[in-house]
């Protein structure tokens, strides 16, 4: 695990991160991707479970299903959302 700013020995700009990444994406699967909103599906189902990632429970849960043996975890969460790492 690591970050940018050990990596790079700086922090840069949100915005050049996301097209870093979706430059990444783009080339790895070979496709383009296009900016856009959510669908109204989408929308739908987002409104449907974000009462889920917003309980207690649902957060407070880092045990992963099945073996433990061996397996490291992390979580953070902050104002932009909760990050969950599982090694």
């Given at each position: 695990m690591t970050c940018l700013r050990w990596e790079l020995g700086r922090t840069p700009p949100l915005e050049q991160i996301?097209?870093?990444v979706?430059?990444?994406f783009e080339r790895r699967l070979g496709i383009?991707?296009?900016p856009g909103g959510l669908t109204e599906?989408?929308?739908?189902?987002?409104r449907t479970k974000l009462p889920q990632y917003h309980s207690e429970?649902?957060?407070d849960d880092v045990e992963p299903?099945?073996?433990t043996?061996?397996?490291l975890q992390g979580t953070f969460k902050c104002e932009g959302g909760l990050t969950r790492i599982t090694l």
């Open positions: 996301k097209d870093a979706r430059r990444g383009h991707l296009v599906e989408e929308t739908e189902l987002f429970e649902w957060i299903n099945g073996q043996s061996g397996t």
